[in-house]
């Protein structure tokens, strides 16, 4: 097969190495298989400089010529598919077919944002004769993205592929657990001939860069994908200097499940979605309400499918759902089994961690979870489902909307209008029926409440990554001319 990388940072155009390092651990039986370098001051303020340079280049750059280097770049790491998947496995531990789709996933932001750098539309509004009034959008400069660990190659090709479409350089701040994704992307990118400063890749101490990057002058954009608590802390160092930010944050996503539905498809489908990427998507459907008349067949269908999950090493081929990306997983998703049972809950599947190295953990099904157990209100980032009652689909709208976080809903129901009520009333950014999918390329992803800010994806994507400028021009009469 193929080796684990050396990571290093891509500043300017260059492979970097630093004299500060850390592990990197394969989460599957904890040895190390790599080391990250930690970014000095120096290694930043390069970053800094030379994404200053790539910014002059490349927001004069046409947009035909950024979408053809950017699909170079996708076709690059489709021929690269198995390389980096393998990378992805070994470092995050999820099944390796999964993570080959991750980086199908990745290639499509890529190949969707290219074809929107080149309908990044202004207007002109009609006005009094001898004046025009253009509307333009711009890219908007430098951007600061920091891109989370569950998705190593497609949560930094969101951040990539909305930067470079628009016009702006970057200085990508990938997560250290999970280095390898962004570092083959940015080696597809050089390879395809991307101008030196347009895209830097840093590793280190997150809130030494953040801290560090987000107050410069020329930071124009700060994007961030990751815990809420954390979005809230980068939002107000970004607010400092009036920074605009994109903020992709945690979410809790109910899914209601009506009684005209067969629950055994409900459950068992449900089951399924649950175990990909062992639950650590900030979309998982997690708050399972069910109406009454079916709860029992669906929590059965739900449980019996969830312990039948082979959980395992994700380069054995058998191995549907892998281990957690790290030991924090573990230890939150014991709390909040332990919480729950000493409130009542009753655990249907799974509950322990499992008796072997690695981080491993059963995909886990807690049934009449009370609202004061922990995980009704914090998402649980880990294969853990909760399935509660409900009579009505007010009731169920209701707790749907009990909790401050609004990214992804779903809904199982063959009632039309039970789900135009559905649709209508949650409150998310993203509301599914009849699908666990929430998030492609060609539509908006983004939360509402403390889900966060923005979107990512479909004719909206863009949007961030650009200014508008308007332009008011008058055509000065002849005399004026001549004076
Ligand atoms: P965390 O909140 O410590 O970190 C989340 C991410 O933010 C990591 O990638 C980390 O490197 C980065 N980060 C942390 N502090 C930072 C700082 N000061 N400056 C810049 N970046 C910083 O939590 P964690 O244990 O890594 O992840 C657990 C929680 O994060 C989960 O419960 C989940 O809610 C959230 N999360 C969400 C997503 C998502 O897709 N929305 C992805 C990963 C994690």
């Known amino acids: 097969?193929?080796?684990?990388?050396?990571?290093?940072?891509?500043?300017?155009?260059?492979?970097?190495?630093?004299?500060?390092?850390?592990?990197?651990?394969?989460?599957?039986?904890?040895?190390?298989i790599g080391r990250v370098p930690v970014a000095s001051r120096q290694d930043l303020d390069a970053a800094l400089q030379a994404a200053r340079e790539g910014f002059k280049i490349w927001s004069r750059t046409s947009p035909r010529a950024r979408a053809e280097l950017i699909m170079r770049a996708a076709s690059i790491m489709r021929e690269r598919i198995d390389e980096i998947a393998y990378s992805i496995t070994l470092e995050h531990g999820k099944p390796f077919a999964q993570a080959r789709l991750e980086v199908i996933r990745?290639?499509?932001?890529?190949?969707?944002?290219?074809?929107?750098?080149?309908?990044?539309?202004?207007?002109?509004?009609?006005?009094?004769?001898?004046?025009?009034?253009?509307?333009?959008?711009?890219?908007?400069?430098?951007?600061?993205?920091?891109s989370p660990w569950n998705f190593p190659m497609s949560q930094p090709a969101r951040k990539i592929a909305g930067a470079l479409a628009a016009g702006?350089?970057?200085?990508?701040?990938?997560?250290?657990?999970?280095?390898?994704?962004?570092?083959?992307?940015?080696?597809?990118?050089?390879?395809?001939?991307?101008?030196?400063?347009?895209?830097?890749?840093?590793?280190?101490v997150p809130a030494d860069i953040s801290s560090y990057i987000i107050p410069q002058e020329q930071t124009r954009l700060v994007a961030f994908t990751g815990s809420t608590a954390v979005g809230k802390h980068l939002t107000q160092l970004a607010t400092q200097t009036m920074t605009p930010v994109l903020m992709e944050l945690g979410g809790h996503a109910p899914v209601i499940v009506c009684d005209d539905i067969d629950p055994n498809f409900a459950g068992v489908t449900s089951a399924v979605r649950k175990a990909r990427n062992a639950g650590q998507?900030?979309?998982?459907?997690?708050?399972?309400?069910?109406?009454?008349?079916?709860?029992?067949?669906?929590?059965?269908?739900f449980a019996e499918r969830a312990k039948a999950i082979i959980v395992g090493n994700g380069m054995d081929s058998s191995t549907e759902m892998g281990s957690v990306a790290n030991h924090r997983r573990i230890e939150a998703l014991e709390?909040?089994?332990?919480?729950?049972?000493?409130?009542?809950?009753?655990?249907?599947?799974?509950?322990?961690?499992?008796a072997r190295p690695g981080y491993f953990f059963p995909v886990t099904v807690l049934k009449d979870v009370p609202d004061?157990?922990?995980?009704?209100?914090?998402?649980?980032?880990?294969?853990?489902?909760?399935?509660?009652?409900?009579?009505?689909?007010?009731?169920?709208?209701?707790?749907?909307?009990?909790?401050?976080?609004?990214?992804?809903?779903?809904?199982?129901?063959?009632?039309?209008a039970n789900a135009d009520k559905l649709a209508d009333g949650i409150e998310a950014g993203n509301v599914s029926i009849n699908t666990l999918e929430a998030s492609v390329a060609e539509v908006p992803f983004g939360g509402v409440k403390e889900s966060g800010y923005g979107r990512e994806g479909g004719a909206e994507g863009l949007h961030h990554y650009t200014v508008v400028k308007t332009i008011s021009h008058r055509m000065l009469p002849e005399t004026a001319r001549r004076s």
């Not at 684990?4 to 004299?19: A, C, D, F, K, N």
Request: charged residues 20%.
């Open 106 to 146: 990745g290639c499509e932001f890529f190949e969707w944002d290219a074809g929107e750098a080149q309908r990044t539309y202004g207007r002109v509004v009609p006005s009094e004769p001898g004046i025009k009034y253009l509307v333009v959008h711009q890219p908007i400069g430098m951007v600061a993205a920091f």
């Open 281 to 301: 998507v900030c979309t998982s459907p997690t708050r399972f309400f069910v109406q009454e008349a079916i709860f029992e067949q669906f929590s059965a269908a």
């Open 168 to 204: 702006c350089s970057i200085i990508l701040k990938a997560a250290e657990e999970t280095p390898a994704g962004a570092l083959h992307i940015a080696r597809a990118f050089h390879d395809a001939g991307l101008p030196a400063g347009v895209l830097n890749l840093v590793f280190g």
């Open 372 to 416: 004061d157990a922990r995980v009704m209100r914090e998402e649980p980032f880990g294969p853990l489902a909760i399935i509660n009652p409900v009579k009505t689909l007010d009731e169920a709208i209701e707790k749907a909307n009990s909790l401050p976080f609004g990214l992804a809903a779903y809904a199982f129901t063959h009632s039309s």
């Open 335 to 354: 709390g909040f089994v332990s919480d729950a049972r000493s409130k009542g809950a009753k655990v249907i599947a799974g509950g322990d961690r499992m």
């Open 1 to 32: 097969m193929t080796s684990y990388p050396e990571i290093q940072l891509y500043v300017g155009g260059e492979w970097r190495r630093t004299s500060d390092d850390l592990p990197v651990l394969n989460p599957a039986d904890e040895t190390e």
